[in-house]
């Protein structure tokens, strides 16, 4: 097992020339998603954030890596597009701002710690839109590192409470191998909360 980690802003770099193709399951969740303002998180070269910017959201690119920021810097200007780009180490530094997201996205990236952070970020009727690694299906391949693994039902579990507008688990397989998880969930409205359950 290779614990090396990885270097984001090589690996970035090696990436410079690849295409900027939006997830699929992002294009499927856009018409579930209210305007406003949309939070990516761990953005990367910024293909998802790309894709809303020219939808209309005013997004926020989180990355902790400065060349795949610069990168999308360069694409947004290139497209004529405008984006608010924030460079933070989310495994350091999980605080983000509260209630201030109409959207939240988070692909392909995985830290339990941050999950309480990412509800608080949206306001409530905000909706959440998650794609990721997950044990179910009989895939092969996909990432060893159990951490970066969602179990069957987890995510689900993790938004236990909120209205599921999309959810789909082992149904697929990533490029890269491995089944994958997908979510789309509206945070429930001040006071729709039950008490096993908190809005944030």
């Known amino acids: 097992m290779n614990n090396t980690p990885v270097n984001w802003n090589q690996k970035w770099r090696e990436r410079a020339a690849a295409d900027l193709i939006p997830d699929l399951w992002l294009q499927r969740a856009l018409p579930l998603l209210p305007a406003g303002r949309a939070l990516d998180l761990a953005c990367g070269r910024g293909r998802n954030a790309l894709h809303l910017a020219e939808h209309g959201f005013a997004v ?26 924030r460079q933070q180490d989310l495994e350091a530094e999980t605080r983000l701002p509260v209630a201030a997201f109409e959207v939240v996205i988070d692909f392909f990236y995985l830290q339990r710690s941050l999950f309480p952070a990412l509800k608080a970020a949206l306001v409530p009727g905000g909706v959440v839109v998650m794609r990721t690694f997950s044990s179910a ?64």
Do not use: N
Not at 60 to 85: H, I
Not at 149 to 158: F, K, N
Not at 160 to 177: D, F, M, P, Q, V
């Open 60 to 85: 926020t690119a989180v990355d902790g890596s400065a060349e795949g920021l610069a990168l999308l810097a360069e694409e947004a200007r290139r497209r004529g597009l405008e984006l608010t780009l």
């Open 137 to 200: 299906g009989g895939f092969p391949g996909g990432p060893r590192r159990k951490e970066f693994i969602l179990q069957p039902g987890e995510l689900l579990e993790q938004f236990g409470g909120w209205e599921i507008l999309l959810h789909e688990e082992g149904l697929e397989s990533s490029r890269k191998g491995g089944g994958l998880v997908g979510i789309v969930a509206r945070k429930p409205l001040f006071g729709q909360c039950g008490e096993a359950e908190s809005c944030a």
